[in-house]
C-alpha cells in the first residue's frame, strides 16, 4: 500500500514537471545557446560586449550565439531560423522576437504562426526552446498575450513581463525602442534566472 502510495505520488510530480517545462535537459558546460532575435537581441544601442546574449554567457559560462538582426520581421525569422540552426547546432534556442511586428502594427495571428514556426524548426531538430515575450504598444508595460498562450500551448517557459518594464523605464533605455547596458544586463539576469530554473545551471 505505502509502495503504491509514493508510485503515485512520483507519477503526478512528473506529470506536474512536464506541464510547468521542467523536463528540458540540463545544459552542459560545452553546450552551445542561440540567442535569436531582432535588434534587442543584436543589442542595437550598445558595444557587442554589452548585448544581453554577451552578457548572459558570462552569467552562465556557456557559449551563447547572437543570432539578432536588427529590423527584422518575424515572418524574416522564421525563414532564417533553420539555415542558422544548423549552422551553430545549438542545444538550446532563446527567441526574442515580434516587436518589430508590434511597432509596425503587423497581425498578431501571423505573429503567433511564425512565432510558432521558430518552435517547430528548433523542435525538430530535438533542440529546446526558451521564448521572451514581448510587450504591446501602450500607456503601460504589458505583454502580449499570445505570448504566453503559445508558451502554454508548447509548454516551454516563456519570461514574461522584463522586457515590457525595462523598456518603460527610461534608466534602462538607450533611445526609444533599444536598452542601454543596464538594461540588457537586467534582461540577461532574468534569462540566466529562467535557465536556472527549467535547465539547472
Known sequence: ????????????????????GDSLRQLRPNDIVLAFGDSLTEGVGVAAEFSYPAQLS??????????????ELSEQGARRLPGLLDEVEPDLVIICHGGNDVLQKRDREQL???LRRMYEAANQRDIDVVMIAVPQLGLLPADL???????????IPLLKETLGDLLFDRSYKSDAVHLNARGYRKLAEAVAELLHEYHGI
Not at 7 to 12: D, H, I, Q, S, W
Not at 58 to 71: D, H, Q, T
Open 1 to 20: 500500500m505505502q509502495r503504491r502510495f509514493f508510485l503515485g505520488l512520483l507519477a503526478l510530480l512528473l506529470l506536474s514537471g512536464c506541464e510547468r
Open 58 to 71: 558570462r552569467l552562465i559560462g556557456r557559449r551563447v550565439v547572437n543570432g539578432g538582426v536588427s529590423g
Open 112 to 114: 503567433k504562426e511564425n
Open 145 to 155: 498575450e499570445l505570448y504566453e498562450s503559445l508558451a502554454g500551448e508548447l509548454k
